[in-house]
């Protein structure tokens, strides 16, 4: 078992930055890979980043390419989401996920162990 704990959410303007944490504990020593979600109110859980356990290789949503960028502490087992050029569409709850499936990607279904996210809210 993993557990994952979010943190860093909150209110920012548009045009504004955040980073989020994910710091996992349990059974940390197993190679996760690892990811981040977001669920707006009345809408899908998105697929917003992914990251290899060794971190070499990420992915993207299209929503979010060339202004959140995503990376992990293994050391510290830690994983990070620098958000910049906020925009009021990126408010929603930010969830860090773990999957012992190999480059899961945006796959939601492959991702085994959930945080309790985060709120994110970007003022226009």
């Known amino acids: 078992q993993v557990q994952l704990v979010e943190s860093g959410g909150g209110l920012v303007q548009a045009g504004g930055s955040l980073r989020l944490s994910c710091a996992a504990s349990g059974r940390t020593f197993i190679p996760y890979e690892m990811g981040w979600f977001r669920q707006a109110p009345g809408k899908e859980r998105e697929f917003v980043a992914a990251?290899?356990?060794?971190?070499?290789?990420?992915q993207y949503g299209d929503s979010v390419k060339g202004r959140f960028t995503i990376s992990r502490d293994v050391p510290k087992n830690t994983m990070y989401l620098q958000m910049n050029s906020l925009k009021p569409e990126d408010t929603a709850v930010y969830y860090c996920a773990a999957s012992k499936y190999n480059n899961p990607g945006p796959n939601l279904r492959l991702y085994a162990y959930w945080g309790q996210g985060t709120q994110v809210t970007v003022s226009s």
């Open positions: 990251i290899t356990w060794s971190g070499d290789r990420t």
